[in-house]
């Protein structure tokens, strides 16, 4: 789970990059900043998921 967030945020970081440096894909960087902040916070809630057993 904790991999697969952190290839979310770098492919949102992409998306960022992209939209920043092209000025016909300023939407994109809108999309990538939204889907970042997303991602971030789903892992930040899910982190307790990931531990060994529950009590």
Do not use: C, Q, S
């Amino acid at each position: 789970m904790l991999a697969v967030v952190g290839l979310l945020l770098v492919v949102w970081i992409v998306f960022i990059v992209l939209g920043a440096l092209v000025h016909g894909l300023l939407w994109l960087l809108i999309v990538g900043i939204v889907l970042m902040i997303v991602t971030g916070a789903v892992g930040y809630l899910k982190r307790g998921d990931l531990g060994g057993p529950r009590r």
